[in-house]
């Protein structure tokens, strides 16, 4: 998607936002991986009432026993993402964190006004409580 003139409509109708997001997979295996991607961004989109032309860029974050798939790749082959911008990078090891953990720091657009919402999910819901 090409980015609008600063002139065009579309600036003084929406505003420039980031989420932030997690859940957890139940284990390190493709398919765990894939169903909660899928999950968290399926989430992302709702609650936000997101179409893929809202969407900027998406950097996906893993823990390090994650290695089974690249989240990524699951938004990659959502229809209409072929545009966004997709990032995986291995979470820094912190001990005591949060296993099987997947995060997403994103950006796009909303209109102005509406609050992004941030979805935590499973197990990653007790790293936000506030923003269940």
Same mark, same amino acid.
């Given at each position: !998607?090409?980015?609008?003139? !600063?002139?065009?409509?579309?600036?003084?109708?929406?505003?420039?936002?980031?989420?932030? /997001?997690?859940?957890?997979?139940?284990?390190?295996? %493709?398919? %765990? =991986?894939?169903? %909660?991607?899928?999950?968290?961004?399926?989430?992302?989109?709702?609650?936000?009432?997101?179409?893929?032309?809202?969407? =900027?860029? !998406?950097?996906?974050?893993?823990?390090?026993?994650?290695?089974?798939?690249?989240? %990524?790749?699951?938004?990659?082959?959502?229809? /209409?993402?072929?545009?966004?911008?997709?990032?995986?990078?291995?979470?820094?090891?912190?001990?005591?964190?949060?296993?099987?953990? =997947?995060?997403?720091?994103?950006?796009?657009?909303?209109?102005?006004?509406?609050?992004?919402?941030?979805?935590?999910?499973?197990?990653?819901?007790?790293?936000?409580?506030?923003?269940?």
């Amino acid at each position: !998607m090409a980015v609008p003139s !600063m002139t065009d409509p579309y600036f003084s109708q929406n505003q420039l936002v980031a989420w932030r /997001g997690a859940t957890t997979a139940t284990e390190n295996t %493709a398919p %765990a =991986i894939r169903q %909660a991607v899928s999950e968290l961004l399926d989430a992302l989109v709702t609650r936000n009432q997101l179409q893929p032309h809202h969407l =900027i860029s !998406m950097v996906f974050s893993v823990t390090a026993d994650l290695d089974a798939l690249f989240p %990524a790749s699951v938004a990659r082959h959502r229809p /209409g993402w072929q545009a966004v911008a997709l990032l995986d990078t291995q979470q820094m090891h912190v001990p005591g964190d949060l296993s099987r953990c =997947i995060r997403l720091f994103a950006h796009g657009w909303l209109p102005k006004g509406r609050v992004p919402e941030h979805p935590y999910l499973r197990g990653a819901a007790a790293l936000r409580s506030d923003r269940q």
